[in-house]
């Protein structure tokens, strides 16, 4: 059964406190000088609540989920108990009806909406009697912060205070505090949002929190709880953001159910392994979906107000510095003008939750090419990224840009490898495997070669030659099965500059090794200066990097438009 919110008509109390939570100081260390009791009581929470007549209400909902037994244990707790001329009997009769649906479809109590959006939401750990100095931002068991002042709880009139409980403290208030989701929860509660939500829940554990929990006494040597408190655990607020953290402010852009489908439909066969890779079908399900949800998160912690409207860095975006140490040309995650039209936030429906904003997404406006459909660039001086060398002496070469070269700055990371021939008749052949290539979309593949001069401004005629070569592309079909091609016929480089050779444009691989150890896809780069042309060519390879960028037919096709009707 999907959890539900409790529905109240105070919306605006919980927008208005959420505002007071952040601005609250805590209490005097002059409280003790302050503090004097108002009643005194020598039972338990339990007891007390149970016994007092106006609250009977609460009192059957606190039994009905089997919180009398916490209530009436050791562990301390301060209780805010809404009166029954503010909580009614259908009221609560609603409360329990729904707590025993969920949990006869098999809900949790830790997870039931009843114990977490009501109960909990009314009980804070440890002891809070207020003084007349008190002014404190105190968190509830259901990790939600609440304004406790002398007079008031959650934007609510306290009606009665301080009525100390052998394991805790009581009040009464006058009205029910208003539960006020976090970004997480609220894409539970958000029928539309369903398939974000199932995804990202998917990966939810608790994990048992002993402090948090009641012990009740040892039976055979070990602990038993009366009430064992698991706290949340989901790997996606790593990998995305603590979007169920209420000392946190993030933003998240969800799609609504009807475009998670479109784009699920469509990047599944960007994903496509094939039949040898272990749990392929899963590995397709996963990133198709991760494809949609990285770098719809964003902290406004690194998105100030005066910055957010340029640009919207979402968690999974690079800095500059790392970019660069990463030789990434591009910056992915990164969205120019969020709220302008076609930008990510355009058209999306705002809704304020307890630690940020959800933007809910009827037309989601993150482009693939901004997020995981990135250009993918290997050094060939990287000996991780050198697969096979033939007729070539062994290491490679590894030459580097001086600061004072005039090429500096213009060749990635400032070096490149050369492919020097073992013999001065040998043709040398070098393979390089490229990493995370995805089926089903057409690349644009480069290889960039580097001139002599870029690391002996003195090099001779010889040396500055021009290359002439052949390139393979291999990969897997299908079945596993190795593939070898060509691309093209013959190329030649020009000398003396950095040059940029396109050996194919809009190459399509059947196959995706995104993730995978073992890269599958791989590029050859063959010299074929014949003895007659040692005058005209060189059979040195200088390579730089080789490059499969994305061919994207929609924004090649709107800028041979914008160059036509200039």
């Known amino acids: 059964m999907k959890k539900k919110f409790i529905k109240t008509n105070k919306i605006w109390v919980a927008a208005a406190f959420l505002v007071a939570l952040f601005s609250t100081s805590a209490c005097s260390d002059e409280w003790n000088e302050h503090y004097d009791p108002a009643v005194t009581n020598n039972g338990t929470l339990w007891e007390a609540i149970s016994n007092q007549n106006n609250l009977s209400n609460f009192t059957r909902v606190v039994k009905a989920c089997g919180y009398d037994l916490t209530l009436n244990g050791t562990q301390v707790f301060t209780i805010f108990a809404p009166t029954d001329d503010v909580f009614s009997s259908e009221e609560a009769d609603a409360l329990i009806a729904e707590f025993q649906a969920q949990k006869n479809a098999g809900v949790k109590t830790a997870d039931n909406s009843v114990v977490k959006q009501f109960l909990q939401n009314h009980i804070s750990l440890y002891r809070y009697p207020v003084s007349s100095l008190t002014n404190d931002s105190i968190t509830m068991m259901n990790g939600k912060y609440q304004v406790l002042t002398p007079t008031t709880f ?92 209420e000392d946190s402010t993030y933003w998240m852009i969800a ?171 040998s043709r040398p052949t070098v393979t390089f495997n490229i990493p995370n290539v995805l089926s089903n979309i057409p690349y644009d593949i480069y290889a960039v070669f580097a001139p002599a001069l870029a690391y002996d401004t003195l090099a001779t005629e010889e040396d500055r030659l021009p290359c002439l070569f052949r390139a393979s592309i291999g990969y897997n079909d299908q079945n596993g099965k190795a593939q070898s091609k060509r691309l093209g016929t013959s190329y030649s480089t020009k000398a003396d500059v950095v040059d940029s050779v396109l050996l194919y444009s809009g190459y399509v691989v059947p196959t995706c090794s995104y993730g995978l150890a073992d890269p599958q896809v791989t590029i050859q780069i063959r010299s074929t200066v014949s003895d007659k042309q040692t005058s005209t060519y060189s059979r040195t390879l200088r390579i730089d990097c080789l490059i499969f960028k994305p061919h994207d037919e929609e924004a090649t096709t709107e800028s041979a438009k914008r160059n036509l009707n200039q």
């Open 255 to 425: 799609p609504v159910n009807s475009e998670w489908t479109r784009m699920v439909n469509e990047y599944e066969k960007y994903f496509n392994y094939d039949k040898t890779v272990n749990r392929r079908d899963s590995l397709q399900y996963a990133n198709a979906r991760m494809g949609i949800v990285r770098g719809t998160v964003f902290s406004r912690t690194t998105n100030p107000d005066a910055a957010f409207q340029d640009s919207a860095v979402s968690t999974n975006a690079y800095t500059y510095s790392m970019r660069k140490m990463l030789g990434q040309d591009e910056a992915y995650y990164l969205y120019k003008k969020p709220f302008a039209s076609g930008g990510v936030f355009d058209g999306t429906e705002d809704i304020v939750c307890s630690n940020g904003h959800v933007r809910k997404a009827n037309t989601f406006n993150i482009d693939k090419y901004q997020t995981f459909m990135q250009t993918i660039k290997i050094e060939a001086e990287d000996v991780r990224r050198q697969d096979t060398i033939i007729s070539a002496e062994e290491p490679l070469t590894v030459r580097t840009v001086a600061t004072s070269n005039p090429f500096y700055d213009m060749l990635s990371g400032n070096s490149f490898a050369e492919v020097i021939p073992e013999l001065s008749s």
């Open 154 to 245: 959650a934007g609510v009139n306290i009606t009665s205070s301080n009525a100390l409980c052998d394991n805790g403290v009581l009040f009464t208030i006058g009205d029910k505090a208003e539960y006020f989701p976090n970004v997480f929860e609220y894409l539970g509660s958000d029928n539309d949002l369903d398939s974000v939500y199932q995804f990202l829940n998917s990966y939810s554990v608790y994990e048992f929190n002993e402090s948090k929990s009641v012990p009740g006494g040892i039976v055979d040597g070990q602990t038993v709880y009366l009430d064992s408190v698991s706290d949340l655990s989901n790997i996606m607020f790593t990998t995305l953001g603590k979007i169920n953290a």
